[in-house]
């Protein structure tokens, strides 16, 4: 039997012998599904370019991204990975999802292993350092959500102008002091909420303080604000903005369960825009940006690093907006008036 050639196979394929070099050696430099095509033609004529390798670093196409996302009990999450999925399903991709437990080691462990089995990765609210992100992205194409790494593509959510129109609705209702109730330090983004309130408040004559981050015990499912509004209380303000939803209205309930009123004591103001919030009485006012966009935006740009189609390393920005509701009223007339601790 005659030795089965490169051009053998690209008349099979109806495409030129470049294109099949490339499909066989370089896959990213065509699309999967023509790679995917050349590659059955050849093995149905017997065509080898070399031995088989299992090196699962060793170029071909996988047909699968992978995600990690911190959580999945808070639905943020799932609202950016529906996303992500939504994308790779037009582009006939496989998701394959980690979690990471918000627990730096883990993700960094579920990093190395997920790039072994995935053609590239997106890593939502990631918490390693940008080294080991970068040091990823040397390997596989990555694409960070709601995260700035130097060199790496990323799409993020900017809060800035809500946080102001946010501040400024507190101002006009006669507010004059804010509290900030944060989430981990490794977390970029209560980095960019706090920096950004800060700004606005300083600018704005309004007084802002800044809480420890809530203890979270092992196994907990809920978070503990007990000893937060201990805190709180000690120097009480009209309005507290808290990192997310979450939070909020675990602080709403912490506050109600020892009298205080929100908002006729207290204003309460969170972030993310999810079902927790608006099902919440009072509602909760929020800031939130359309996790189903950010997600498919973040999958599009990394199929299309993946095939070498997209090398754009500037950030995609996508702008929040702040929707008031009934958790945020006018000030009280001493400012804040909290009651003792039940």
Known sequence: MAKVTIRDVAAAAGVSPATVSRALTQPGRVSMETANRIRAIADELGYRVHPVRTDPFDGRLLGEIGALVPDFRYSVFGDYLYGVQHQCKMRGYRLAVSVTE?????????????????????????????????????TKPVVVVNRLVRGVQSVVVDDRPSIEEAVMQLKRLGHRSVTYLPWTQFSWQNGLRWQALLSVCHRE???????????????AEDVDMSATVDEFQESPTSAIVA???????????????????VPGEVSVIGFDNTPLGQ????????????????????????????????????????????????SVGPAPPGQAVCAGRG
């Open 102 to 138: 918000d627990q730096g080691d883990e993700e960094r462990e579920l990093i190395n292993t997920c790039l072994k089995r995935v053609d590239g990765l997106v890593l939502i609210a990631s918490r390693v350092p940008d080294t080991v992100i970068r040091k990823a992205a040397q």
């Open 205 to 219: 004559g309004l007084r802002v303080r800044r809480l420890g981050v809530p203890r979270i015990p092992p196994d």
């Open 243 to 261: 990192y997310n939803d979450l939070m909020a209205g675990d602080v709403m309930r912490e506050l109600a369960r020892r009298g205080v009123d």
């Open 279 to 326: 099902l919440g009485t009072p509602c909760l006012a929020t800031i939130g940006v359309d996790r189903e966009d950010v997600g498919a935006l973040a999958a599009a740009h990394l199929i299309g690093r993946v095939l070498h189609i997209d090398d754009s390393a500037a950030p995609m920005v996508r702008a929040s907006r702040f929707m008031m509701a009934d």
